[in-house]
């Protein structure tokens, strides 16, 4: 029989709730569920229970115990979260991970003992289950046996981690009650009515007679109850992504404290990310709003990241330029994930860039600048200079030795105008003699280009595109103005018009 | 002779009184040193000699910048301050940020360019030798925009950020000289090499060191009656300020158009 671990969440619905609100630790909270008087408590914190606040008690019941008690509401959308959370932390153990809901995951523990070579292994693993969970912000205890209820069972005891020998299932189960084998089963009113008591009095039945009576589900039972677990465990899918969210207490009209729930939101997006090795490629922000909408929000990153602070401001910046409607009542933020970029070092060439660094960089450019201005530049077909194109940022690793540096040619450069300043040009005999800046509102913050001719050069012409409906015709000339200043300018054939495209400096 | 026996033979006064001046101590230092036996003597320093050994460590290696610009900064632009080039319209500004450019892409180096002018002609680019691949090229609208880009570059370890705020009017303004000497600082923490192009001083305390460019004066080939052709571009470079380096110390650019200019603008042919 393999051996099976449970990992249990005990008041799973308060578990989840402090896992989102850690401030709340220490306090007395009680988790409600159900609307307004009807509303009853499902889990209570320690404080809340000493004064004898119990699941199933009404609000005003509960307040009457203790007048400052903290409340919340049952919040599915963190229970799931910490749901997966939970069964994250398994699959980094063992490859084999059932997901039994409600703050419960199994695995299976076949051959990790070679992880764990001191004399007691399953109790090292049991310790180190409970260490990873503590990180994550859950409280979590560990039962190990054979079948998964006699785990359960051992799970659900105090001193946490608990451990069932091998073959002794049977007996650890059998001073149960009856109802710990599964509570809705008909066929247990059955065996009431049998005087059947405990887990080892039905286990004491003969199996044969048990089947033949209580058919198939009462020998699955019977099988449970002699610590016997026939069944594998049920594998469990991840989501193709990660999702955090929170149901807020009450609606949230400004931008400010919206951000530092979803900070806190982030941040533990992040270390489950960082604790499967991925990073963000994509995230999206679904916000409800009051009383009934939707705003949703998606966010392409540049590149894979897993920083909180970033991820934040990508989303400050985003909700900025565009608002929702109406106050925001829960949020769930979902990142979608890639394989962060990778870099090898060197030890003689240049450094590279740190891939984690460069993806934040990129990001908060993204978010400043616009995607459209922020990347790495490449050449275009054609000859007009004011052309250009931009591809995304990811710069080949640096050579293994650093090369000999060159004696620079001294290259005299162009200062390109985007877009080209029109002029006013008097020439003579095809020769600019004078030029001027038109002024216009939109030339109010380009560069004043005026003054008289020194030394004019060209034409030199340009053809482009004349296989096209408008064909590009220039011809350019280098001129020096007396004033000083050296330019590029070209006489647009098709309009008649002259334009500067470009100081020499 | 041992140690021991140095501390003791040497007078107790030098114990007892305060060191007056410099050339006391290191009087007293040197009566020191000779008592030691000879593989301790470069062991003892006084404090002084100490915080000169350190201030003379050198610095890390600057980036080479392929132009003038190596000869007045001993070597190219330093690492950890930022270095302000200042100058008008056809100056050499521009070519001096695409050798420095070329110069780092070549060598593997990874390098950005703020650009608030738009300036930056790819293609050109590529012809004075910037890997483009290497380049990461950001375009800001306003000088605010643009020193926030500077500093995300230099914390996402960059190792050399060009800024360049092109031609007046900038866009912004000269800027708050707090922002420029939070760049400073930026540059100095992540041992950045940071170089300001702008026509006009903007960082003032900021920077490390500031060089001035000259007017400069176009070459020409032929003449009238018969055409002109632009030939070059010749600077003056006027090291203003640097940090532990004397000032006022000039060389001159030497610019050369690249032979698609020469021969016309890409393919165009030579007219007129």
Request: one cysteine or more; hydrophobic letters at 40%; proline letters at 9%.
């Amino acid at each position: 029989m393999p051996r099976i671990a449970c990992l249990f969440t005990p008041l799973f619905p308060l578990a989840a709730r402090l896992r989102s609100e850690p401030e709340l630790r220490g306090e007395a909270v009680a988790i409600l569920q159900g609307n307004s008087n009807a509303a009853r408590v499902v889990a209570a914190a320690r404080r809340a229970r000493q004064v004898g606040i119990r699941p199933g008690m009404s609000l005003p019941q509960a307040r009457a115990l203790l007048p400052n008690l903290t409340v919340r509401a049952r919040d599915m959308s963190c229970e799931k979260a910490t749901q997966e959370s939970l069964l994250e932390i398994a699959e980094s153990f063992s490859p084999r991970v059932e997901d039994a809901g409600d703050g419960i995951a199994y695995l299976e523990l076949d051959g990790l003992d070679r992880h764990f070579p001191g004399d007691s292994p399953e109790q090292d693993l049991g310790h180190a289950l409970t260490i990873t969970t503590d990180k994550a912000g859950l409280t979590t205890w560990v039962g190990i046996a054979s079948s998964k209820l006699a785990a359960r069972v051992a799970a659900e005891l105090p001193d946490s981690p608990n451990r069932v020998p091998a073959g002794e299932e049977a007996s650890f189960l059998a001073p149960l009650p009856l109802r710990s084998l599964a509570a809705e089963f008909e066929i247990l009113d059955t065996l009431e009515r049998w005087g059947i008591r405990s887990v080892g009095d039905f286990a004491r039945l003969p199996k044969n007679e048990v089947a033949s009576r209580l058919g198939e589900t009462g020998r699955q039972l019977h099988e449970k109850a002699r610590g016997l677990d026939s069944r594998p465990l049920v594998p469990y899918q991840p989501p193709p992504h990660f999702a955090e969210g929170m149901e807020l207490e009450w609606p949230l009209v400004n931008l400010e404290p919206f951000l530092f729930v979803a900070g806190a939101a982030l941040k533990r997006l992040c270390q489950r990310l960082e604790s499967r090795g991925l990073a963000c490629a994509r995230l999206d922000t679904s916000l409800r709003l009051e009383p009934d909408g939707h705003h949703l929000r998606t966010i392409q990153l540049p590149a894979p990241t897993r920083e909180a602070k970033t991820l934040l401001t990508l989303i400050r910046l985003d909700l900025e330029a565009e608002s929702p409607a109406a106050p925001v009542t829960g949020f769930t933020i979902v990142a979608h994930p890639d394989r962060p970029r990778e870099a090898q070092l060197s030890l003689f060439g240049p450094p590279a860039l740190s891939p984690d660094k460069l993806a934040t960089t990129l990001a908060r450019l993204f978010a400043l600048l616009g995607p459209e201005r922020v990347g790495s530049p490449r050449t275009v077909n054609g000859h007009r200079p004011e052309r250009s194109a931009l591809v995304e940022y990811a710069p080949p690793p640096p050579p293994e030795v650093r090369p000999e540096q060159q004696v620079g040619r001294g290259l005299l450069a162009i200062r390109t105008l985007r877009p080209p300043v029109p002029l006013e040009v008097i020439s003579h005999l095809a020769s600019p003699r004078e030029i001027l800046s038109i002024l216009s509102e939109s030339s109010a913050k380009r560069p004043r280009i005026q003054g008289r001719v020194k030394v004019a050069s060209g034409p030199w012409s340009m053809e482009e595109e004349w296989w096209s409906e408008k064909p590009v015709e220039r011809d350019y000339w280098d001129v020096e103005l007396a004033a000083g200043g050296i330019f590029r300018i070209f006489f647009q054939r098709a309009t008649g018009e002259w334009y500067a495209d470009g100081i020499y400096d | 002779m041992a140690l021991s026996q140095a501390l003791t033979t040497t007078p107790q006064k030098a114990f007892e009184e305060p060191e007056p001046t410099a050339r006391r101590s290191s009087a007293t230092i040197g009566t020191f040193r000779s008592k030691l036996p000879h593989h301790l003597q470069s062991h003892l320093n006084s404090g002084r000699e100490w915080v000169q050994q350190r201030t003379a460590t050198p610095l890390p290696s600057p980036f080479p910048t392929a132009t003038a610009l190596d000869q007045l900064l001993v070597g190219g632009l330093p690492q950890g301050q930022l270095v302000e080039l200042i100058g008008r319209q056809s100056s050499g500004r521009f070519s001096t940020i695409l050798a420095s450019l070329a110069s780092a892409t070549r060598a593997g180096e990874a390098a950005a360019l703020v650009d608030l002018g738009d300036a930056f002609d790819p293609q050109l680019a590529a012809t004075a030798g910037v890997d483009l691949e290497r380049l990461l090229w950001a375009r800001p609208g306003h000088l605010k925009q643009t020193l926030i880009s500077a500093e995300v570059l230099l914390a996402g370890g960059f190792p050399l950020v060009i800024v360049d705020l092109g031609n007046p009017p900038v866009p912004g303004g000269r800027g708050v000289e707090a922002s420029w000497l939070r760049l400073a600082k930026a540059a100095q923490s992540h041992q950045a090499a940071l170089l300001v192009s702008s026509p006009y001083r903007v960082s003032g305390t900021a920077a490390a060191g500031v060089v001035k460019a000259d007017y400069g004066r176009a070459l020409w080939s032929g003449g009238a009656p018969g055409p002109s052709l632009l030939v070059g571009l010749s600077s003056r470079l006027t090291l203003q300020k640097m940090r532990r380096q004397q000032g006022n110390r000039t060389e001159v650019l030497r610019l050369q158009p690249p032979a698609a200019l020469i021969y016309g603008t890409a393919t165009a042919s030579i007219g007129g």
